[in-house]
């Protein structure tokens, strides 16, 4: 029965995984990576690539210190917080006006940090997928400066974020890293960092020294760019550089920059330009030329690339450039005053700046089919003329040459930005038609046969098909899509034919009717079941078609309000008998009222200038609206989980000791934690250490893996009880299939409350609210109809948790709630997913409930007449084999053709603004998250099915056992 119905799911997922994933192959843009590496041989120069000009160098990285935090303008009246507060860089320009510069530093987005790390180290451009022979590995497998000072015997010091510790383990003289992922931690790294820089610059055995600063980043991950606890940051970080620069020799120069920017709500990951700007200081202890006012016009020097910085810190310390940088020199580093001998010199190591760029452009065109025969021939005929000009001339400087190799150089880089843009149309296109065949004929095909044969051979091609450096790759993706392709027409083509035959029938009659008796037949159908399903169908379509508008995303949470209330709207008003109409107007109302208060927690995203956080998601309250705070959600979330335990108990399914004692006993234990956690973490005054207070988190976390494990052990609710009136009276048989489900909901709520931190646990209350009064509301409804409401309920609460569709709204303070660090990623992960998709994990749990609720029996929750079929309740999916089998079927079938659907619209959204402006910034974005719905509703829907069939058997058993008996 529940076996076959599952069998048939996993197929059509497996379907649905591959199509999703070979859009994927065509729409994430990859780059190969190229291990070679550069050496001194590589050319011929007396002092390998270049004439030291530096023996040494620091690099102070500062994280996310976006240019505009390091101006100074002393006209400002009324500054803000961020504003006038680091004062070490007009001051240096000032005092040392031919030992600095002051940039604008451009990152290339994405601008996450790992991303920025790699490219201020290779020099190369960042894709969405960088695509290499170590995918999915951790350390960096590219030439970078970091090898090449290791190489060279150069001793490289680091101080600060591990992350670098993950990328390049090996090549460190030495290192005192700190953990970085925890962003609630303002000072750990950057005091540890401070600990030891100075000592370790007044040394003797190093080159290089590496400081990366994380408290400006984790500030505004914490707060936003208008706290106090950034401008701190902002004014420690420049005391410290004072310091630094007094420490800094005639034979050593300071870089001072950030790895990318922030945007106002202390975010990145991004494209704005908060985000990629970035500045560049450079302090020299000896004298920088100064440029002519051509060369400045040809050089730019008001900003750079980042990419720019490793080409131009391997020249001045005379090392080689890594072999996939794509950096241009900074000239201005390289010039002195009034010396023609310094321009030939700068020359010459320009030429060999564009040689070298153009070395990996020709020899990633080995390896890849991306650029045309044609461009690498025309780059090439152009490098080879300005190398003979640079001979013909005997090396004597030309601006005019200069800015010609720099224009080479700069047009490289441009066709390799628009090369690794570029998007595999003819797999999208091929991925989105599958899709919508297949979505179209699970609308329209309510059964279906799977064909096992025809999908055999499918996994282990499409493995295959997944290595592209493979040479079977492009016939193992052809053979795959073949096989998947005759797998949907094969199972569906007849039924969808029929299926369409009997639709344009139906259509034709109707509209004949229509005709002969006019409005009253369109009333008839607007009063029909079936309308109220086309209903739902209209309002998951425009949720989908949204996805066409940048405008439709950046207010969905809002939308999505508005949706919900139409469905209720017209459920309320459509099939319901007088007698009961009067009942569901309450609980109509409850769902309405709590669905419109739950915009009081939604999320500001970049994009919505017009959103401001309400005064209780507020961070800057009085210490007594605060405690107010905590107190209104301590009494919301106590009430949630005491209303759970009352409706668990009425429906009598408290009955047997399993689900009693996960409900009397494991789920007080974990309030008790959870609210003596909020009261610890959230006072100013410390009980216990920061170890003591995590194990509270710890312990509900593993309450509840417990609970999970007993409900799924033992899910039965029902008693037999014979009181000797000859007929047998069955206790806690009204929820018995839903029970269980609902307990690990309840479960959940402790863990989920901790993950929200107390100002948004009053969330989970109007979720199980909005669910409780929308399970009696849609009572008697179609399962489809049921699915479509707890879609939409869904997707209303991923808003409501504080969530938006963006990069920059991950909410990675999750992951140390109840730690203090991580040995290994899959709990930081598991954590992260379940605060992202919780309200995905909770309406999947709850669904059981909705779709199995049943009217109530005459008779109490208590007791029920096994031999009355009207008083039943949920035990009449035992006594007929086939009720739950379809109700299954229909569940699984209506969520599959649902996430399908949704899923395709979104891919198609993308697939046709891949060149919109804002394709990473709000596309993408929202096409990503609406696949991890669909990922978190598959997996839990499954678990449901597996739940529900554990449910059965036992029943099963403990009949059988007791018709034994008697």
Known sequence: MVPATIKTTLWLLWLVVFTLLLYLRGFLLTKIEIEKFSSCHDYAREDCWSKPRYKRAVLLLVDALRHDFTLYNSSLENPEPWQNKMTVFSELRKEFPDQTRHLEFIADPPSATFLRLKGLTTGGLPTFVDLGSNFGASEITEDSWVKQLSLNKKNLVLLGDDTWMNIYSKYFYRAFPYPSFDVWDLHTVDNGVWKHLLPQMRTDDWDVIVAHFLGVDHAGHRYHVNHPALSDKLVQVDKWIREVVKEVG?????????????????????????????????????????????????????????????????????????????????????????????????????????????????????????FSATEISEIKSRVEELNKQVTEQGGEYSLTLVQDMIEVI??????????????NLPVMGLSIFIMIFLSLSLILVPSLSVIWWVLLPVVPVTVISYDSLSPWAGLTHFVTVLLTFATIVATFYAAVRLQVSSLAYKFGDFMKSCNESGVSNIWKLMRSVEFLEYSGVVVVFFMGVGFMTNSYILVEDYVTIYFFGTLLLVNYIL????????????????????SRISATFFGCREEQFWCTKTWWLSLEVASNVRNYKYVGSVVAFLGTMYGMYKYQKQQGALMKRGLKFVHSTIHPVQCVLVVVYWALSSSSIKVLTVEQVCWLPRAVYLLALLAVIIVFCAPSTVSLVDLGTGTPRLYGAMSCYSAPSLAIYTTLLPVCALLLQYSAAPVLALLTLQLLSTSRVAEGRSVAFKVMLCHVIAVQYFYTTGHQAAVQQFDWNAAFVGFTSHPYHIVPVCMIALRTLMSFVLVGLFLPTIVLQSPPPSKTAQEVDLGDPENTAQLRFYIDRTLLSSTLHSLLHSSVALILFKCVLACAACFIHRRHLMIWNIFTPRMIIEMCFSACSTVFLLFIVLLLERTDSVLRKEFSKISKEK
């Open 410 to 423: 700069r047009n490289i880089r441009d066709l390799c930005s628009q090369h690794w843009a570029q998007f």
């Open 575 to 594: 099939k319901h008998p007088a007698k009961i109409l009067s009942e569901l107007t309450v609980a109509a109302v409850i769902a309405g009222t709590t």
């Open 250 to 370: 005639e034979d050593t120069v300071l870089f001072v920059f950030g790895d990318h920017g922030m945007t106002t709500s202390g975010d990145h990951g991004g494209e704005t330009v908060d985000e990629v700007t970035s500045t560049l200081f450079v302090y020299s202890g000896s004298k920088i030329g100064a440029m002519s006012s051509d060369e400045a016009r040809v050089f730019d020097p008001a900003r750079v690339f980042q990419t720019d910085l490793v080409p131009t810190l391997t020249m001045l310390l005379g090392v080689p450039t890594p072999y996939s940088s794509l950096g241009s020199v900074i000239p201005f580093l390289f010039l002195d005053e009034n010396s023609q001998q310094s321009r030939s010199d700068f020359q010459l190591v320009l030429q060999t700046n564009m040689n070298q760029v153009f070395r990996y452009i020709e020899a990633y065109s080995m390896v890849s089919n991306e």
